[in-house]
Each structure stands twice: as structure tokens, then as C-alpha cells.
């Protein structure tokens, strides 16, 4: 079982830049790969970026690629996603997610947070 909790998300201006963070439980952080994902209002949710255990490997969506970064620091149990340039169509709640595999895919992640509303005003 792990458990997962968001925090960081508020109300920013065009162009401002937001940390997100993501606590896990669990002594075995590193093995999983971890993911953000993001839900605009009535949109479906959509992958936001991804990164390997250890923090080697990542993965962006095209329309974060470059202003958004993801890491991890695994001795906090810790994922992060540093937004810069945000954009008011980066407006949405983002979860973070664990899962068994380094993927893109929603389906195959296992264990979720709450989520973490952002919003980006013009």
C-alpha cells in the first residue's frame, strides 16, 4: 500500500512558476516509477510527465516539454514537478501517481493522490 499526498497547487499569474510535491509512504520509494498527471475541468485527464526510480529517466508531454520539470528525491520519499512559463491552459488539478513500469499511460498506474488544483490566470 502507498499513499500519496499533493501539495504546492494555488493561483498564479501567466508566466509565474509553481512547485508541486508529492510525499509518499512506504521505505521502498525508489522502485516505483512515478508520474504527474493533470485533469482540466470537465476534460479528461492527461499525462503530465514521468520518472524512473532512481531518477535517470524522464518523460514529457509536448505541451509541458520544456517549462515543466520532474524529479525525485528519494530519501525525502519525495516526487516533484517545477512548472515555469505556466500558461492559463495549464489550468487543472494534478495528481501524481505511482507505478511498475515507466509509462505515459494512466491505466497502468496503481496508486494516486488526491490531486492539487492549479490555476493559471491570464
Known amino acids: 500500500q502507498v499513499q500519496l499526498v499533493e501539495s504546492g497547487g494555488g493561483l498564479v499569474q501567466a508566466g509565474d512558476s509553481l512547485r508541486l510535491s508529492c510525499a509518499a509512504s512506504g521505505r521502498t520509494f525508489s522502485r516505483y516509477f512515478m508520474g504527474w498527471f493533470r485533469q482540466p475541468a470537465g476534460k479528461d485527464r492527461e499525462f503530465v510527465a514521468a520518472i524512473s526510480g532512481r531518477g535517470g529517466g524522464t518523460s514529457y508531454a509536448d505541451s509541458v516539454k520544456g517549462r515543466f520539470t520532474i524529479s525525485r528525491d528519494n530519501a525525502k520519499n519525495t516526487v516533484y514537478l517545477q512548472m515555469t512559463s505556466l500558461k492559463p491552459e495549464d489550468t487543472a488539478v494534478y495528481s501524481c501517481?505511482?507505478?511498475?513500469?515507466?509509462?505515459?499511460?494512466?491505466?497502468?498506474?496503481?496508486?494516486w493522490g488526491q490531486g492539487t488544483q492549479v490555476t493559471v490566470s491570464a
Open positions: 501517481a505511482t507505478a511498475p513500469r515507466f509509462t505515459s499511460l494512466g491505466s497502468e498506474y496503481d496508486y
